[in-house]
């Protein structure tokens, strides 16, 4: 929908343009639940969009439904991603760069491409997106500089993600000392999502004042591996620990926690773990030992005898 937005803006936008994605068309992050803020496509070629424009916006989006509609158009798309077309419209892109601003004003986010072909260029961005991959995709909307401002990521379990959130976001709300500052609140969002998702026990390093230790939920399932402190996790190894845990048939065990116990020893998130290594640690850790199969004896019922009728001798 978004790509067919930025597309159809390409073509049809007048000076005055703005295209506004409301509220109500919104979900909240799929990270912390924070509340998702208007986005508004504004034709920088044909419209100005300052924070006066910005605020006008607002105060016209609060009045009531529209008078009318207006038919997009964006078939072309459709025709532009076609694999001999598109491939003939990524060389005309080869050597050009996508210009665009992405700012926040009064409370929207702004997404301004300076010319119709940059529009189509975030369009095409967009369209291509698939998480059929790595459960997840993105794009990026402006060029480096020391970071990005804009970017289009999709989730192939967006929904489920955001449901997490939201009930991650309610525990925290519901405490009686809540986060004042925005960065502390969602810190503590992440910190309880986890614990709603169930793997807590992933955070293996964590730092309480006193020093990097074992974490809360880590501990009690590395106790079964008689790991009880990083440094025995050190002596040990990843991929011994993970071994002994998979003998203590320990229950929610995943190779998730594999690359956990990789990235707890190497000063790394999990995430970052990269395939090769992760190729060479399943390696390193071989198949589960399959348990001996105990045959077992076949219980055979007592043979009772059974009452026959006496045979009587026949005399002539």
């Not at 009064?106 to 997404?111: A, C, E, P, T, Y």
């Not at 940059?118 to 998480?131: F, H, K, N, V």
């Amino acid at each position: 929908m978004l790509a067919r937005l930025l597309w159809g803006l390409s073509y049809q936008a007048r000076p005055g343009t703005v295209v506004l994605i409301d509220r109500e068309f919104l979900l909240p992050t799929p990270f912390d639940a924070d509340p998702a803020d208007p986005i508004a496509l504004v034709p920088g070629w044909f419209t100005r969009f300052d924070d006066q424009a910005a605020a006008a916006l607002s105060q016209r989006a609060r009045l009531g439904n529209p008078e009318g509609t207006v038919r997009w158009r964006s078939f072309g798309l459709d025709r532009t991603l076609e694999p001999g077309a598109f491939d003939r419209w990524a060389a005309r892109q080869h050597y050009r760069r996508t210009q665009g601003d992405i700012i926040r004003r009064r409370g929207m986010l702004v997404l301004t491409p300076r010319t119709p072909d940059d529009c189509r260029a975030w369009a095409i961005g967009a369209a291509r997106l698939d998480s059929a991959g790595f459960g997840s995709d993105h794009v990026y909307l402006d060029e480096w500089n020391r970071g990005h401002d804009g970017e289009i990521q999709i989730f192939r379990a967006f929904r489920p993600m955001v449901g997490v959130a939201r009930q991650a976001r309610a525990r925290v709300l519901a405490r009686d000392e809540i986060p004042s500052s925005p960065d502390d609140l969602r810190a503590a969002v992440w910190s309880e999502a986890e614990s709603v998702r169930g793997d807590a026990h992933l955070r293996i390093r964590e730092y309480y004042g006193r020093g990097v230790e074992l974490g809360h939920a880590a501990a009690p399932m590395l106790a079964h591996a008689d790991v009880h402190s990083l440094d025995d996790l050190a002596e040990l190894g990843a991929v011994e620990t993970y071994r002994r845990l998979r003998a203590a048939e320990v229950k929610g065990l995943n190779l998730e926690m594999l690359w956990a116990l990789e990235g707890a020893l190497t000063y790394r998130d999990r995430r970052l773990i990269g395939p090769e290594r992760r190729r060479e640690l399943v390696a390193a850790l071989g198949p589960a030992a399959v348990p001996e199969r105990i045959a077992l004896r076949r219980h055979r019922a007592p043979i009772r005898p059974t009452a026959r009728a006496p045979r009587l001798a026949r005399c002539e």
